[in-house]
């Protein structure tokens, strides 16, 4: 595993292979991962990088220290194969091993496929005061671009 600059189509790749599975959500390629979290100057996120055999992405992660103000290692936003739990433990270990806070938080929706990998990873599922909110301000997104929204009962 390693840290990167940016991603590029190996990300794009990966979220091909992923985009099928996930219920609803954002679309999750290089273009959006570089405009939300390398392009925004009020926060330093590291990005990693995990290479199959075959080179490959596996996996890659976005992390953040210090989140909310707390010694808190945050994981904002991550994408692995799930099947591929080997990927998903290496990227944890990467970033608990690099870190010296205290802690490691990550947030998922609910029905999102990472949330039964981490819980059975330890992790444990609280209340938050996270809306989700959605809101569209390109104005070349197309309908293809869109999935639809399945909302969970609360």
Partial sequence: MVEV??????????WD???GVHT???????????????????????????LGLDG???GAAVVRGRWLDKDVLALVD?????????AA????????????????QTRFHPEQPETERFRGQG??????FFN???????PDLTQSRIKPVRCPEW
């Fill in 5 to 14: 600059e940016r991603f590029g189509p190996e990300l794009d790749r990966l």
């Fill in 17 to 19: 292979r992923l985009k």
């Fill in 24 to 50: 609803f959500g954002l679309w999750r390629d290089s273009s959006y991962w570089s405009w939300r979290y390398l392009d925004c100057p009020s926060v330093i996120d590291r990005l990693l990088s995990l």
């Fill in 56 to 58: 490959e992405l596996r």
């Fill in 78 to 86: 991550g994408l692995v194969l799930c099947d591929d739990s080997g």
């Fill in 89 to 104: 433990q290496t990227l944890l270990d990467a970033e608990e091993a690099a870190s010296s806070l205290l802690s490691l």
């Fill in 123 to 128: 992790f444990e599922s609280r209340e938050t």
């Fill in 132 to 138: 989700l909110c959605i809101r569209l301000d390109d």
